[in-house]
């Protein structure tokens, strides 16, 4: 059973940079199309970010496009998202999520993801 495991969230101020890791065991991720998800105190579960299995394709939310970046390493079985020029508004709890999926096929920004991660909290202070 793939498990998920998210690490790398914390304090920062506004402006700067945090990079999340989503660890992957119990299974390989060369053939997943993983996502980011945020949720925020009272607010619902936001799609920020997502890449194919194949690394071909990727997506955003507008308002982390241009500073938010999405990669995945198959040889670590991890996904990154490396959050640049972070904004108080993006302070969450940042999920990873995974599914199944053939390796070119786009990824998308819905909740359509098999197995999530526990979560990690993102503060982004003014």
């Known amino acids: 059973q793939l498990q998920l495991v998210e690490s790398g969230g914390g304090l920062v101020q506004f402006g700067g940079s945090l990079r999340l890791s989503c660890a992957a065991s119990g299974g390989i991720l060369d053939y997943s199309a993983l996502a980011w998800f945020r949720q925020a105190p009272g607010k619902e579960r936001e799609a920020v970010s997502c890449?194919?299995?194949?690394?071909?394709?990727?997506n955003y939310v507008d308002s982390v496009k241009g500073r938010f970046t999405i990669s995945k390493d198959n040889a670590k079985n991890t996904v990154y998202l490396q959050m640049n020029s972070l904004k108080p508004e993006d302070t969450a709890v940042y999920f990873c999520?995974?599914?199944?999926?053939?390796?070119?096929?786009?990824?998308?920004?819905?909740?359509?993801?098999?197995?999530w991660g526990q979560g990690t909290q993102v503060t982004v202070s003014s």
């Open positions: 999520a995974e599914v199944g999926s053939p390796l070119s096929r786009p990824c998308v920004l819905r909740p359509e993801y098999d197995r």
């Open positions: 890449i194919n299995p194949s690394g071909s394709f990727s």
